[in-house]
């Protein structure tokens, strides 16, 4: 709804953030992510935060780093020192 909603209703995004009861920014975050990875690629086993740092990669590359969190039940910390040494990811 967020993806869809931003852009041709604006002003409902505005009234989600009385309704969630989240602030327009967080909402705005929720929106950008959800456009940036693919509903099939979302893992109910890893929290947002992890969704987040892997928004600027190829759907491919998405799915990879995210079944690698899932698998090695990787922290939003180890997530992201591993995300700095991407080169050695295996991959």
């Given amino acids: 709804m967020l993806a869809f909603g931003y852009k041709t209703y604006e002003e409902l995004t505005v009234q989600m953030e009385g309704e969630y009861k989240r ?12 456009a940036k990875i693919q509903r ?3 893992r109910e086993a890893l929290p947002f935060t992890h969704h987040t740092l892997v928004t600027a990669y190829p759907a491919e590359e998405q799915r990879r780093l995210l079944r690698i969190a899932v698998s090695e039940k990787l922290s939003l910390a180890e997530f992201r020192k591993r995300q700095l040494r991407r080169p050695w990811w295996p991959g």
């Fill in 40 to 42: 099939s690629l979302r």
């Fill in 23 to 34: 602030k327009l920014k967080s909402l705005q975050n929720y929106r950008y992510v959800a």
